[in-house]
């Protein structure tokens, strides 16, 4: 949902009483805020009992308990695992108001909230003529109420009452306040909102308090779907990057048996205190502004009261104001906790128009006080503008705020604002290489240069063919003028662009770099990788090797710009080609795939043999590449590669790249390395050592009553629960499908044959990839789409619940073995032939028969709308028929905890047929069957491995359950496979 919705939406749980002829009935309900759930530690209540009440019926009289886990997440969060047991612990005196729910024998208290909606000042213009009908709307969980309209008013005075019913305890915390533009017409227009807290209610009453207004600026509020489209991702919050007004609210709670909803008109209170303020502003410089020829304007807001600064044109990408305003003197609420904030606009004006591009929102108490202290500051863009595009810069302000009381200024002397005096150097970039740079082409690649701004001065490397690891080697001089006074010294800008043959270049990476930080001696000093951002600097993507050098001009000239080329050592780097495995789930996948590699200028551009994917899976050749490596393992290239198919129309399927830096001999890194993710328990749910389904309480006179423990401790309860094999197994399988014979639960002999045969395998908590260190191979993925440079209608069709990714996505995997060989260490008569003879000797395809050992599925997600599934067992090795299996004959009903006790053959060819997926779905009579969740199990990675061939017994495994899209484990299957020859299947029924 959009973030906006998330911060304001409540979770409601109703329980009903199901009747077969008259409408269901309720019997309680329970309201949490969203933001509450999240707010809390985990963001997540986990295992929490709610009392659930029904007050058009009951009054304030719990009807019951659900225990229940919930989790609310924000893009990126992941929902944190529990310990068995971490939940077991008695909770006794003050730890009881923890749980926030009381047990049944202490009644909820009422209070009738009362929010006093009493006056705003300076709303907007919302009407088409200008003006105003502005209303208050207030929230509090599902209730809500509102004031009278004010007709064409932008100062209303309300001067009204609002009551709500409230019952405490309550996970609903937000009073949320909004305020509309009242239409006759149409639908009534959302201007802004703002939001108190209960609990601080509670405690101590709220006086006449103003509260600012902010959202996107006056331009966008009539049209919100506009703002809506331009933010493009729903993840993303309604701007507030603009004062809208302000509102002077009070709020107090007071006890009641019966609170009612309702209003009523109150006496006019007196406003709060004011004081007389001084707003303090030197304006110098700005940088990096999107401007296009246009000049630039900076405007302030203080609440309603603005100031200007002069307009001026760009000087390379800088801009000079070197402005002093004269002080500001407004009249603002005396509480500091009242103020509202400093609002600048950057405005590109044009001959005959005029657009903000920018914006910067400053707490005025970050800037109180008036001793000089001018800084830069990073200007935010303005997503609304027509000229926003992903990444977009909008520069950079170095500028000097005070603020305070009037009486306090006059005891500070103001900053001199002039023009500082400068020294001219020589800037040195030495741009080495770069890695994991983020793909603006369609292709899965860029094609990366460099480009270096600071003031006026800019410069920029060669650009590199489709390549996300580039090698420039380069170096840029440029000459910059540095002031004396280093705070005041703009920030050396480094950015990584894509080039672009009939298009704008698109931005995919860049940073700062500050002067005081570059190192004015002779040499420049050990090149440093530096991580590149966007817009956020937290998420970051790609890295630049570079080292930075400041040399007065007249030092300059008499040292020489060294050769940043490493020392290196003639080598053979050996790629051993067994074939591509294209990702679980591609779409068109190639006919007659073949492999280019390319090196750039370090080696000949090679390319494998296409192979038919109808008749082989694996194109076994190895490929020598001759190239000089360096000494040390930080300047190591990498190798890009290209999949194609050489179908009717030859077209590009992906493209990957292979550092060389941990196959170095003299480097001491491990190869790359990609395993599941290690999942300990499924969030929300049970610890998956139950074994058995819950037992129904014993039945007593009131059964429901008996339910319902009578104290938090109860309460907090869940019974032992044991890991063992000893579940009755399934009845007698189908054709094709192996079961364990059926257990009566008068054959207490049988069970314990069953436990005693499951216990002869060892075990594993999670999957076995983490145990299985020595890889037959390595692995690369290759990828195709990009991150930036998304036309418009591309971005509009992403998935709006992840923003920030573009189309880029693996399609699949290179498998084989990279190998350097230092030139005087190369095996005598190792040649392409004799490696690419030994390579299909190895690896000639086989028939085998996978044996799959499905025991148990465990804390599986409900799917159901009574909280529960029906498994069954899906898998396939391959998209033949002969290698697919759907056990849809023995479907488990109604349980997350199936016992499946099946096993199943599927043949393959290895190396080839390589990842044997298990899903398992729910069971619909009336809609289409659900996934629950998948695992894959790499067949290659563990035939060829050599310690899985050493393991006598192959352990069962506790494997995770995946869905698409999902970063959420789905649920556990306890499994085993085998593989065998044909003859050992033969000789092993």
Not at 264 to 293: H, T
């Amino acid at each position: 949902m959009p973030r906006e919705d998330f911060n304001h939406t409540q979770l409601v749980f109703d329980v009903y009483d199901a009747n077969t002829v008259f409408r269901n009935e309720l019997i309680g309900s329970y309201e949490f805020d969203l933001q509450r759930i999240h707010g809390n530690k985990g963001h997540e209540y986990h295992r929490q009992w709610i009392g659930i009440t029904n007050f058009d019926k009951a009054g304030s009289e719990i009807q019951g308990y659900l225990r229940v886990s919930i989790s609310a997440l924000l893009p990126g969060e992941v929902p944190p695992s529990h310990e068995e047991g971490e939940d077991d612990e008695e909770v006794e005196g003050d730890d009881l108001q923890k749980m926030v729910l009381l047990p049944p024998q202490i009644p909820l208290t009422g209070y009738r909230l009362c929010l006093r909606c009493l006056r705003g000042a300076k709303l907007p213009d919302m009407d088409v003529g200008g003006g105003c009908d502005p209303f208050l709307r207030v929230l509090f969980g599902a209730t809500r109420n509102e004031t009278p309209v004010v007709r064409n008013n932008r100062d209303p005075i309300w001067n009204h009452e609002l009551r709500l019913p409230v019952w405490t305890p309550t996970f609903s915390d937000e009073i949320l306040v909004q305020l509309y533009d009242w239409d006759r017409a149409s639908q009534d227009d959302f201007i802004a909102s703002c939001s108190l807290r209960l609990t601080d209610v509670l405690m101590n009453e709220l006086p006449p308090t103003w509260f600012h207004l902010y959202g996107p600026p006056r331009s966008s509020l009539r049209d919100s779907v506009a703002v809506t489209n331009k933010l493009l991702h729903k993840g993303e919050r309604r701007p507030e990057t603009a004062y809208l007004g302000r509102l002077l609210l009070s709020a107090v709670a007071k006890l009641d048996k019966d609170p009612q909803i309702g209003s009523v008109a109150i006496p006019a209170p007196a406003n709060p205190m004011v004081a007389e303020y001084v707003f303090r502003c030197d304006l110098f410089q700005g940088s990096e502004f999107p401007l296009g020829g246009d000049r630039v304007q900076v405007v302030f807001h203080l609440g309603e009261n603005n100031q200007c600064s002069k307009s001026v044109n760009a000087r390379g990408t800088l801009c000079e104001f070197y402005q002093q305003f004269e002080d500001f003197k407004v009249v603002l609420p005396a509480e500091p906790n009242q103020l509202p904030d400093l609002i600048v606009d950057f405005l590109a004006k044009g001959t005959l128009s005029e657009s903000r591009f920018g914006y910067l929102r400053i707490k005025l108490a970050d800037i109180m006080g008036f001793t000089p202290r001018a800084r830069w500051y990073q200007v935010l863009p303005d997503k609304l503008s027509a000229s926003y595009k992903d990444g977009m810069v909008c520069g950079f302000l170095l500028a000097n705020f005070g603020f305070g009381h009037a009486a306090d200024a006059t005891r500070f002397k103001r900053m001199v604002v002039v023009k500082p005096r400068t020294q001219r150097f020589e800037l040195r970039a030495f741009i080495y290489q770069g890695r994991n740079l983020a793909a603006a082409d369609k292709t899965g690649s860029s094609d990366p240069y460099v480009r270096l701004l600071m003031g006026t001065a800019k410069g920029q490397t060669p650009h590199r063919n489709q390549t996300l690891f580039p090698l420039w080697y380069n170096v840029v001089q440029m000459a910059v003028d540095i002031p004396d006074d280093i705070s005041m010294a703009q920030n050396l800008i480094l950015q990584v662009l894509d080039h672009d043959v009939a298009d704008e270049d698109d931005m995919i990476g860049r940073l700062e770099i500050p002067v005081s930080k570059i190192s004015r001696g002779r040499a420049p000093g050990e090149p440093k990788w530096m991580s590149l951002y966007m817009e956020d600097r937290n998420n970051q993507e790609g890295e630049v090797l570079a080292a930075f050098q400041l040399l007065p001009m007249e030092q300059a000239a008499r040292v020489p710009v060294p050769d940043i080329r490493p020392p290196t050592k003639p080598c053979m780097v050996e790629v051993s080609v067994v074939g591509l495995r294209a990702a679980a789930g591609a779409k068109d996948p190639p006919s007659h795939p073949y492999i280019q590699f390319d090196l750039g200028e370090l080696a000949p551009q090679r390319v494998t043999q296409p192979i038919d994917i109808s008749t082989t899976q694996n194109h076994l050749q190895v490929l020598h590449f001759p190239m000089d490596l360096p000494l040390n393992s930080l300047y190591c290239p990498a190798i890009n590669f290209t999949v194609f198919d050489k179908g009717l129309i030859k077209r590009q399927i992906g493209a990957g790249t292979i550092p060389l830096a941990p196959y170095l001999p003299w480097s001491n890194l491990e190869p790359p390395r990609e395993l599941p993710e290690l999942v300990d328990r499924v969030p929300g749910a049970p610890p998956d050592s139950l074994d058995e389904e819950p037992a129904p309480p014993p039945p007593e006179e009131d059964p429901l009553r008996a339910a319902i423990p009578t104290d938090i401790s109860q309460a907090n309860e869940h019974p032992g629960e044991l890991f063992d094999f000893t579940s009755p197994p399934p009845a007698a399988g189908a054709r094709g499908i192996r079961t364990l014979p059926d257990v009566a639960d008068s054959a207490p002999q049988v069970e314990e044959e069953i436990s005693d045969k499951a216990d002869e395998y060892p075990s594993v908590d999670h999957e076995l990839e983490f145990e299985l260190k020595d890889q037959p191979w390595n692995e690369f993925k290759y990828y195709r789409g990009q991150k930036y440079g998304l036309s418009f209608w591309e971005k509009m069709k992403l998935d709006r619940t992840m923003p920030n990714v573009g189309t880029k996505h693996a399609v699949g995997r290179l498998k084989g073995q990279v190998k350097v060989y230092p030139r005087d260490q190369i095996p005598p008569g190792r040649t392409e032939e004799s490696a690419t003879r030994e390579l299909v000797q190895l690896y000639t395809p086989k028939d085998y028969t996978v044996r799959v050992y499905i025991l148990r599925g465990r804390q599986l997600v409900p799917k159901d709308s009574n909280g529960s599934s029906d498994p069954y067992i899906v898998l396939y090795n391959g998209t033949g028929a002969a290698q697919r299996i759907k056990d849809i004959a023995h479907v488990k009903s109604k349980t997350l905890r199936p016992d499946f006790y099946s096993t199943f053959e599927l043949p393959a060819k290895l190396p080839g047929q390589s990842e044997l997926v298990v899903e398992i779905w729910d069971k619909d009579i009336l809609g289409s069957d659900e996934m629950i969740g998948a695992t894959t199990i790499d067949l290659e990675n563990r035939i060829f491995c050599e310690s899985w061939k050493r393991i006598e017994k192959k352990p069962i495994e506790k494997r995770a359950l995946w869905v698409p899209n999902s970063s959420s484990p789905q649920g556990k299957v306890e499994m085993f496979v085998e593989i065998l020859t044909t003859e050992e299947a033969a000789r092993t029924p």
